[in-house]
Each structure stands twice: as structure tokens, then as C-alpha cells.
Nanobody
């Protein structure tokens, strides 16, 4: 079992930055891949970014490429999502998720085994 706790959300003006953190516990952190997803009101949950277990491979949604950066610190059992040049359309609840490393794609939410509680990100115009 894996427990995930997100932090770092908040209210920011358009063009600003936020850094989300996802602290994990319960299993050896380097045995699973990490993903970030978001869900805006009335919308389906969508993929944002993902990072493989050793941090070598990363993936991004087209909407955040060049603005967001995903990273992880296996020694600290923590994943991060650095969000720059934020836009109002980035407003959503952001979730981190973990999946046991496998061939299953990291961009699909259904492939993840554990989820955090979410953290609200609001970008004002």
C-alpha cells in the first residue's frame, strides 16, 4: 500500500508559478512511476505529467509542455511538479498518483494504483 500526500497548491495570478509536492510512504519509492493529473469543475480528470521510477523518462500533456516540469527525489520519497507561466485554464484540483513500474502507459489514469487527496490550484486572470 502507498500513501500519497500533495501540497503546494494555492491561488496565483496568471503568469505566476507554483510548485506542487507529493510525499509518498508505504513502499520503496523507486519501485513505482509517478504521475500528475488534474480535474477542473465539470471536466474529466486529465493527464498532466509523469516521471518514471528513476527519473530518466518524463512525459507531458501538450497543454503544459514548456511550462511545467516534473521531477522526483527518490531519497526523499517525493515527487514534484513545477508549474510556470500559469494560465487561468490551469485552474483545477491536481492529483499525484503512483503505479507499479510496468509496460502500462503512464499517461492513462486507469493504470495508476494509488492516488493522493488532491490540492487546489487556482489561477486568476
Amino acid at each position: 500500500q502507498v500513501q500519497l500526500v500533495e501540497s503546494g497548491g494555492g491561488l496565483v495570478q496568471a503568469g505566476g508559478s507554483l510548485r506542487l509536492s507529493c510525499a509518498a510512504s508505504g513502499r520503496t519509492f523507486s519501485t513505482y512511476d509517478m504521475g500528475w493529473f488534474r480535474q477542473a469543475p465539470g471536466e474529466e480528470r486529465e493527464f498532466v505529467a509523469a516521471i518514471a521510477r528513476y527519473g530518466i523518462n518524463t512525459y507531458y500533456a501538450d497543454s503544459v509542455k514548456g511550462r511545467f516540469s516534473v521531477s522526483r527525489d527518490n531519497a526523499q520519497s517525493t515527487a514534484y511538479l513545477q508549474m510556470n507561466s500559469l494560465k487561468p485554464e490551469d485552474t483545477a484540483v491536481y492529483y499525484c498518483a503512483a503505479k507499479i513500474t510496468s509496460l502500462a502507459t503512464m499517461t492513462v489514469s486507469g493504470n495508476y494504483h494509488w492516488w493522493g487527496q488532491g490540492t487546489q490550484v487556482t489561477v486568476s486572470s
